[in-house]
């Protein structure tokens, strides 16, 4: 008898648990508009590490962007891609971490706030740097 009736406050506390309401889930950070990642790209590749005085035409591949990251009261986008061209057959893997701020874009000279977080395909850098 004893075990039934242990059995039975399990499952009333297991059904209890089921039916107890759940944290809604965080909402996720606004994605950019297409217009703010086309400036983001643009400046970009107006960076060194980005070829921006090369003399041999380079060209990118598998670019990358993580952001909107929130750090410190600072929205921070950081930008990084397969940059082919001036190693002849060995990417080189340039970063740059960029601040956006009263819809202005500044380049900041610390990459190490990009550690860690999870970036998504850039194709907007891919496209506007191989143009002919």
Do not use: W
């Amino acid at each position: 008898m004893p075990r039934l009736a242990l059995a039975s406050v399990l499952v009333l506390v297991a059904l209890g648990a089921q039916a107890a309401p759940r944290a809604p889930k965080p909402a996720p950070k606004a994605a950019p508009s297409p217009a703010l990642l086309q400036r983001i790209a643009a400046l970009a590749l107006k960076q060194v590490a980005f070829g921006s005085v090369s003399l041999l035409p380079v060209r990118f591949e598998g670019s990358r962007i993580a952001g909107p990251i929130e750090d410190g009261g600072r929205v921070i986008y950081c930008v990084s891609g397969r940059m082919y061209g001036r190693t002849f057959g060995k990417p080189e893997r340039p970063k740059v971490a960029l601040r956006y701020a009263s819809d202005r874009l500044t380049v900041l000279d610390d990459d190490e706030v990009c550690t860690g977080h999870r970036t998504r395909p850039f194709p907007e850098l891919d496209a506007l740097g191989n143009k002919p």
